[in-house]
């Protein structure tokens, strides 16, 4: 967990409930746990919840706060919803062992909050960015994803 003295730059306390999950990609050759360093270091307030690789999964902010993390401030995704960071990686397999990772902690954390896939959403779905970068070039799009990694 991040410092427990950078939680209200990362965010606040979140005082409604969990209405979804949004996924990224970091689109930087850092691991997680630089990025996490990173994080515990920085002045800006652009935030997750999780980061994931291939080695670790980071609980980087406590789920009962809202965390800044689609670039537009407090905006429906902030205040409702988890974000997921899946870290980047030149290697694809080495990139893959971490995006399992997170498909099996978002399939947890779906069960835990009662959240289906239509609760799932990516950056770009707020944002006009392309994150999650890496999902979006191996499957095109958010509906091939969840077809492929959510169909029970
Ligand atoms: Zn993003």
């Given at each position: 967990m991040i410092d427990s003295n950078k939680f209200l730059q990362y965010g606040y306390k979140r005082d409604?409930?969990?209405k979804g999950i949004v996924i990224h990609n970091t689109?930087?050759?850092?691991?997680a746990r630089q990025v996490f360093n990173y994080l515990n270091k920085s002045k800006l307030s652009n935030g997750c919840h999780y980061l994931i690789d291939y080695k670790e999964i980071i609980?980087?902010?406590?789920?009962?706060y809202s965390v800044?993390?689609?670039?537009?401030?407090?905006d429906w995704a902030c205040k409702n919803t988890i974000a997921i960071e899946i870290v980047s990686n030149i290697d694809n397999k080495k990139y893959l062992i971490g995006q399992q990772k997170s498909i099996e902690l978002i399939k947890e954390l779906m069960k835990e909050y009662n959240l289906t896939t239509n609760d799932l959403y990516f950056h770009n779905d707020f944002a006009?960015?392309?994150?999650?970068s890496d999902i979006l070039r191996i499957y095109g799009n958010k509906q091939n994803f969840i077809r492929k990694e959510f169909q029970l």
């Amino acid at each position: 967990m991040i410092d427990s003295n950078k939680f209200l730059q990362y965010g606040y306390k979140r005082d409604n409930e969990i209405k979804g999950i949004v996924i990224h990609n970091t689109g930087t050759d850092l691991s997680a746990r630089q990025v996490f360093n990173y994080l515990n270091k920085s002045k800006l307030s652009n935030g997750c919840h999780y980061l994931i690789d291939y080695k670790e999964i980071i609980e980087v902010m406590p789920l009962n706060y809202s965390v800044y993390h689609t670039g537009k401030g407090n905006d429906w995704a902030c205040k409702n919803t988890i974000a997921i960071e899946i870290v980047s990686n030149i290697d694809n397999k080495k990139y893959l062992i971490g995006q399992q990772k997170s498909i099996e902690l978002i399939k947890e954390l779906m069960k835990e909050y009662n959240l289906t896939t239509n609760d799932l959403y990516f950056h770009n779905d707020f944002a006009n960015v392309y994150c999650p970068s890496d999902i979006l070039r191996i499957y095109g799009n958010k509906q091939n994803f969840i077809r492929k990694e959510f169909q029970l």
